[in-house]
């Protein structure tokens, strides 16, 4: 297990706050979970392709393959 910061006011962030707008807490959790995957899998701040990330993350969050696209499309 890794430990990485996590800022106490991240929903305040303009992004974030599209997201909520767009998304609603759906959104703000496949973003953590995505920062999550990050920190276990990637290596300088970003994940492979070739680890297949977006299809465990489709799994695992049990979100629809064009939903979760329009919420990655977002996080941009």
């Known amino acids: 297990m890794k430990w990485f ?3 106490n006011d991240a929903h305040n962030n ?3 706050q599209k997201v909520f707008t767009d998304f609603g807490s759906e959104g703000y959790g496949i973003f953590w979970i995505c920062v999550e995957l990050v920190a276990r899998e990637g290596e300088d701040f ?3 392709g ?3 990330w977006i299809s465990y ?3 695992f969050s ?4 064009e939903k979760l696209k329009k919420i990655l499309g977002a996080f941009g």
Do not use: G
């Open 62 to 65: 049990r979100t629809p393959k």
């Open 5 to 7: 910061k996590h800022q």
């Open 46 to 48: 970003r994940i492979s």
């Open 14 to 16: 303009l992004k974030f």
């Open 50 to 52: 070739k680890k297949d």
């Open 57 to 59: 993350l489709e799994t």
